[in-house]
């Protein structure tokens, strides 16, 4: 079945970096576009990031623009997020996606808390 593992979040001061990692399995992972959400307290989850399978394309939210950079690994079926010049709005829970058959699958989330 389908699985995403996300790592790599954490407590960074305002202007740090985080990279998080999806470590997917359960499909071919080659084949298909990943992306990455994310979900700050009482807020709706949004896309953060998108890259297509062949990785050649890629989209970001206005907010992300120029400061992260989504890539991915389809030998080990990774996707990455590195996030630059982090703020506090920041802060949310992230979580990796894939749709597959007109289905969503997430990952568990992992948190990433932007403060000082």
């Known amino acids: 079945q389908v699985q995403l593992v996300e790592s790599g979040g954490g407590l960074v001061q305002p202007g740090g970096s985080l990279r998080l990692t999806c470590q997917a399995s359960g499909f071919p992972f080659s084949r298909y576009a990943m992306s990455w959400f994310r979900q700050a307290p009482g807020k709706e989850r949004e896309l953060v990031a998108g890259?297509?399978?062949?990785?050649?394309?890629?989209n970001y939210a206005e907010s992300a623009k120029g400061r992260f950079t989504i890539s991915r690994d389809n030998v080990g079926n990774t996707v990455t997020l590195e996030m630059n010049e982090l703020k506090r709005e920041d802060t949310a829970v992230y979580f990796c996606h894939v749709e597959r058959s007109y289905r969503d699958y997430w990952g568990q989330g992992t948190q990433v808390t932007v403060s000082s």
């Open positions: 890259i297509s399978a062949s990785a050649l394309a890629t």
